[in-house]
């Protein structure tokens, strides 16, 4: 049994209902909120191991609910997957970009739900096993959501301290820009892969000593990125 704590907020008392009974059903904890300001209160108070948000709610929709969450240091690191009837590319990419690690569209089969939600958590447990790595004049905290060079702190973005971490995770490896795509953005990006080189070139100027000459990660032509040994 899996028993990872789930928080639902959405104002469909018929959807709480199916999602509370099938998380319940495969060992899930699932509790929820029927607006965004009392998701966000639970969110603080309870801890969830994810929570699955709904856009349009009462009092305060969900990707403002998304961004508070993701802003506070205590509720940072809980992984998100927005529920929504809203299927327009806009909508999904604003909730991903504000740190939403998945997106799941209304109508949907509560069996993807439910893989999306190992898959998430899986994900998620993975990467918090370790916390701290150093490397070089480079001190990361996967907790913190921190990076230090040479003692001073760096200032990333989610996106790019997301990408930073992976590509540290899989130190070695070369990791091609698809892959990058779908693990920090959460989904496909119908082969858009000008986003990753973007962030990797911001990511250079903030972390590199020279970013036309990189001592961390590497262009693999053709293929992606990997961090270097």
Not at 29 to 45: I, M, W
Not at 100 to 129: C, G, H, M, W
Not at 201 to 219: G, V
């Given at each position: 049994?899996?028993?990872?704590?789930?928080?639902?907020?959405?104002?469909?008392?018929?959807?709480?209902?199916?999602?509370?009974?099938?998380?319940?059903?495969?060992?899930?904890?699932?509790?929820?909120?029927?607006?965004?300001?009392?998701?966000?209160?639970?969110?603080?108070?309870?801890?969830?191991?994810?929570?699955?948000?709904?856009?349009?709610?009462p009092e305060m929709d969900g990707f403002d609910?998304?961004?508070?969450?993701?802003?506070?240091?205590?509720?940072?690191?809980?992984?998100?997957?927005?529920?929504?009837?809203?299927?327009?590319?806009?909508?999904?990419?604003?909730?991903?970009?504000?740190?939403?690690?998945?997106?799941?569209?209304?109508?949907?089969?509560?069996?993807?739900?439910?893989?999306?939600?190992?898959?998430?958590?899986?994900?998620?447990?993975?990467?918090?096993?370790?916390?701290?790595?150093?490397?070089?004049?480079?001190?990361?905290?996967?907790?913190?959501?921190?990076?230090?060079?040479?003692?001073?702190?760096?200032?990333?973005?989610?996106?790019?301290?997301?990408?930073?971490?992976l590509l540290v995770l899989n130190k070695g490896k070369v990791l091609t820009r698809?892959?990058?795509?779908?693990?920090?953005?959460?989904?496909?990006?119908?082969?858009?892969?000008?986003?990753?080189?973007?962030?990797?070139?911001?990511?250079?100027?903030?972390?590199?000593?020279?970013?036309?000459?990189?001592?961390?990660?590497?262009?693999?032509?053709?293929?992606?990125?990997?961090?270097?040994?």
């Amino acid at each position: 049994m899996a028993g990872e704590k789930i928080l639902i907020i959405d104002d469909e008392l018929h959807i709480i209902e199916l999602l509370k009974y099938n998380l319940e059903a495969n060992g899930y904890k699932a509790f929820y909120a029927l607006n965004g300001k009392e998701g966000l209160r639970l969110a603080s108070e309870k801890k969830p191991d994810l929570i699955l948000l709904d856009v349009m709610l009462p009092e305060m929709d969900g990707f403002d609910v998304c961004k508070e969450i993701k802003k506070n240091e205590d509720t940072s690191n809980i992984p998100i997957i927005m529920l929504t009837a809203k299927s327009e590319e806009f909508d999904k990419i604003l909730g991903l970009e504000l740190g939403a690690d998945d997106y799941i569209t209304k109508p949907f089969s509560i069996r993807e739900l439910l893989a999306r939600v190992k898959a998430v958590l899986r994900r998620n447990n993975k990467q918090a096993k370790s916390n701290v790595v150093y490397i070089h004049d480079l001190k990361l905290d996967f907790d913190k959501r921190e990076v230090l060079k040479n003692g001073i702190k760096v200032d990333l973005t989610l996106k790019e301290f997301e990408l930073l971490k992976l590509l540290v995770l899989n130190k070695g490896k070369v990791l091609t820009r698809d892959f990058l795509l779908d693990k920090v953005w959460g989904y496909e990006y119908y082969g858009e892969t000008r986003t990753v080189d973007v962030h990797v070139r911001h990511l250079r100027q903030k972390i590199e000593d020279d970013d036309k000459n990189p001592k961390y990660i590497e262009t693999v032509r053709g293929i992606g990125y990997k961090f270097k040994e």
